[in-house]
């Protein structure tokens, strides 16, 4: 079965800095696809970026990137120039290709952006 | 073109009543999954469903919960007998197609805060 594991509970960065929020997956299926959300106060599920398993290239969009390890199994965001408004909990998700579409999720990092 | 709708935001019952999540797709989904989110918890997926069909309920428990999507109206997760584990955060997310073809980005709908009395 298929896992999503977060190391980091809480992380805290200096306003303008960059950060990386830790995520190792599990699973022996060769095609799936890796997820970042992004979870504000306000509760609702906002997606950041997304990586399939065969993609050649690390995703970005904006300052998000996704640092991927395939033999690692690893699946990091790195958010640059952080911002006060990036502080929110972050989801790592993973689905498998034509696996039922679920998404299995992380336990989720809570981030502290200050000043 | 709306997002993905749900009602209620904020739902209250007592112990032993029903309740009744309702979720609009976006505009073109015809795919639509239910996930539940535990205090201090990651989400948790329940159900996947297509039109009139129930593809994937692995995550549902057994009893008291029921999920339909028809073929007009809303998909609709129905909790039987709430209990206090029931309390919890739950989303709605919807897709165009399934995955098999490649990427399938699931949108989420602002989710219904169930409190169990």
């Known amino acids: 079965a298929q896992k999503i594991t977060q190391t980091q509970p809480g992380m805290f960065v200096q306003e303008k800095e960059a950060v990386t929020l830790d995520c190792t997956y599990d699973t022996s299926d060769p095609s799936y696809g890796l997820f970042w959300y992004k979870q504000p106060s306000s509760g609702e599920m906002i997606f950041l970026i997304y990586?399939?398993?065969?993609?050649?290239q690390n995703a970005t969009e904006g300052r998000y990137s996704l640092n991927f390890q395939k033999a690692r199994k690893s699946a990091n965001l790195v958010i640059s120039a952080s911002q006060l408004g990036d502080s929110a909990m972050y989801f790592c998700a993973m689905e498998l290709t034509g696996g039922g579409n679920k998404l299995t999720f992380g336990t989720g990092t809570q981030l502290k952006v200050e000043l | 073109n709306a997002g993905v709708m749900q009602n209620p935001r904020h739902l209250v019952r007592r112990r032993g009543q029903e309740a009744r999540l309702r979720c609009s797709p976006m505009k073109g989904h015809s795919h639509v999954y239910w996930y539940r989110q535990l205090p201090e918890e990651g989400l948790k997926f329940m159900v996947y469903l297509q039109k009139e069909n129930i593809i994937d309920e692995s995550g549902m428990p057994k009893e008291r919960f029921s999920a339909e999507f028809p073929k007009e109206g809303p998909s609709i997760l129905r909790i039987q007998q709430v209990v206090r584990g029931d309390s919890a955060a739950y989303f709605c997310a919807s897709s165009p197609r399934s995955s098999v073809i490649g990427h399938n980005e699931q949108f989420f709908g602002p989710g219904t805060r169930l409190t169990v009395l």
């Open positions: 990586q399939g398993s065969y993609d050649q």
